[in-house]
Every structure is written in C-alpha cells, then in structure tokens.
Nanobody, 119 residues
C-alpha cells in the first residue's frame, strides 16, 4: 500500500556534500515521523536524524553539526543534507517512516541507498 523510495546516494570525495531524498507513495496513508538511519560495513544500524510533521528534529549528537534533515509535507518527502563528509560516513542509508495506513498505525523502511566517501 505504501512505498518509501530513496535516491541521491553514490560516490563523493572526502570533504564533499551530498543530499539524500526519500518519498512515500501510496493511498490512504499519512506519514508522521520520518527519518534516516545508516549501517556502515561491519557495524550495527544507527539512528541519524528524525523529523516530525511540525518540523521538530532530533539528531545523533556526533552528526548534528554536519547533517540537516528537512521535509516537504505536501510531497511526502524527507531529505538529508550531508556536509564535510569523511570516509567513516560511508554506509547504507535507510529511510524510515511512522504512518497511519488503512486506518492503523505502522512503520516502514526504504530499501537503502549506498553512500561511499572515497578518493
């Protein structure tokens, strides 16, 4: 009924910037909190940032100075702007959403998009 489609991942030079996008598509749904998580090679998945419908945000402290989350409510789309990227930010980045779907509360993950920070 609902899909989260991510885009914007790829190869970026150390010190560079990248913006990820995630759009929720379907019928009879309302997205509440949306956000981003990531999983680096050999590491556990971790929270990056989340944003509510009224714009309230929460970031992992170590990333707050360099990352910015935003959303377009009308387009059901959430973005993640990443600046000054070091190689350790290399990971698969996953979109997540809490939603009302068909009259019930649920959640959904995107397929993930790979970000590689390398020379």
């Amino acid at each position: 009924q609902v899909q989260l489609v991510e885009s914007g991942g790829g190869l970026v030079q150390p010190g560079g910037s990248l913006t990820l996008s995630c759009k929720a598509s379907g019928t009879n749904f309302l997205a509440y909190e949306m956000g981003w998580h990531r999983q680096a090679p050999g590491k556990q998945r971790e929270l990056v940032a989340v944003i509510s419908r009224n714009g309230a945000t929460n970031y992992t402290d170590s990333l707050k100075a360099r990352f910015a989350i935003s959303r377009d409510l009308a387009a059901d789309t959430v973005y993640l702007r990443m600046n000054s990227l070091p190689p350790e930010d290399t990971a698969v980045y996953y979109c997540h959403a809490d939603l009302i779907v068909g009259g019930r509360l649920g959640d959904m993950w995107g397929q993930g998009t790979l970000v590689t920070v390398s020379s």
